[in-house]
């Protein structure tokens, strides 16, 4: 007997119970929640997500790589944007200690001149110009280094002619660093000879604009350039990273 009822307590123990069928009705609502969580995230969330990151962080994919000279030779390659009206800019640029640059002339040049002899600062000491969209840089600012511009940071500015959603002008530049004065590898003429990394001349204004505290935000497009190396119009080699650094302008209530 008690043999007997042992086996048939075990076989009621390990009798396996019946599995629970889920109901279609159960299996459609679970489907059609999961196909409205998804229409909402693809076609909703994540437009509104992405058109707000557009909109904070503008391209610049329209943008020509390399600046020209005036007679078509490849220029200084473009590493830096903005994004700000032109009084936004100006007062960036001031709050950061850089001053606007003159532009080239007999009575500029011969200031310059003599301030490389002399060895006198010249905080508005004149750049050359290069092209861009048919034309010459719209604004220039340069810092000097010491006492002689013969060495100095400078970056040229141009503005794009497109606009950010909410209608802020877009501007693209260059920044390069003078290391001293030279003669011209293609003309023999006397000029500024540009040190070769860009990136960090880059990377020194953007310290500059940081810590005017006047940027909202600032974002990094990388591959920007395909090309890493080259010639500027002078002769002198460039190499890059391949990023465009951006800025975005604090909206100060007087823009224009």
């Given at each position: 007997?008690?043999?007997k009822?042992?086996?048939?307590?075990?076989?009621?123990?390990?009798?396996?119970?019946?599995?629970?069928?889920?109901?279609?009705?159960?299996?459609?609502?679970?489907?059609?929640?999961?196909?409205?969580?998804?229409?909402?995230?693809?076609?909703?969330?994540?437009?509104?997500?992405?058109?707000?990151?557009?909109?904070?962080?503008?391209?610049?994919?329209?943008?020509?790589?390399?600046?020209?000279?005036a007679d078509?030779?490849?220029?200084?390659?473009?590493?830096?944007?903005?994004?700000?009206?032109?009084?936004?800019?100006?007062?960036?640029?001031?709050?950061?200690?850089?001053?606007?640059?003159?532009?080239?002339?007999?009575?500029?040049?011969?200031?310059?001149?003599?301030?490389?002899?002399?060895?006198?600062?010249d905080?508005?000491?004149p750049?050359?110009?290069?092209?861009?969209?048919?034309?010459?840089?719209?604004?220039?600012?340069?810092?000097?280094?010491?006492?002689?511009?013969?060495?100095?940071?400078?970056?040229?500015?141009?503005?794009?002619?497109?606009t950010?959603?909410?209608?802020?002008?877009?501007?693209i530049?260059?920044?390069?660093?003078?290391?001293?004065?030279?003669?011209?590898?293609?003309?023999?003429?006397?000029?500024?000879?540009?040190?070769?990394?860009?990136?960090?001349?880059?990377?020194?204004?953007?310290?500059?604009?940081?810590?005017?505290?006047?940027?909202?935000?600032?974002?990094?497009?990388?591959?920007?350039?395909?090309?890493?190396?080259?010639?500027?119009g002078?002769?002198?080699?460039?190499?890059?990273?391949?990023?465009?650094y951006?800025?975005?302008?604090?909206?100060?209530?007087?823009?224009?």
């Amino acid at each position: 007997m008690g043999k007997k009822g042992d086996r048939s307590l075990a076989n009621e123990h390990t009798t396996a119970a019946p599995r629970r069928r889920v109901r279609p009705a159960v299996l459609l609502k679970g489907a059609v929640s999961l196909l409205a969580a998804w229409l909402m995230l693809a076609y909703l969330i994540m437009p509104m997500v992405w058109s707000e990151y557009a909109q904070r962080h503008p391209t610049f994919d329209e943008n020509p790589r390399v600046t020209q000279t005036a007679d078509h030779h490849p220029g200084d390659p473009l590493n830096v944007a903005l994004v700000g009206a032109q009084t936004q800019i100006q007062s960036l640029m001031a709050a950061a200690d850089w001053y606007a640059a003159v532009g080239l002339g007999l009575d500029s040049d011969l200031k310059i001149a003599a301030d490389t002899v002399l060895s006198r600062p010249d905080d508005d000491a004149p750049v050359s110009s290069l092209y861009l969209f048919g034309r010459k840089e719209d604004l220039a600012f340069e810092q000097p280094v010491g006492d002689n511009p013969r060495h100095r940071h400078h970056v040229r500015l141009w503005k794009t002619g497109e606009t950010t959603a909410d209608g802020r002008p877009k501007w693209i530049g260059s920044a390069v660093y003078d290391q001293r004065v030279g003669f011209s590898h293609t003309t023999g003429a006397i000029t500024h000879v540009t040190a070769p990394d860009v990136d960090a001349e880059r990377d020194y204004l953007f310290k500059c604009l940081e810590a005017t505290e006047k940027l909202a935000d600032q974002y990094v497009i990388p591959n920007f350039h395909k090309q890493l190396e080259g010639l500027n119009g002078g002769g002198d080699p460039w190499q890059t990273g391949g990023s465009l650094y951006v800025g975005i302008v604090a909206d100060e209530a007087d823009a224009n």
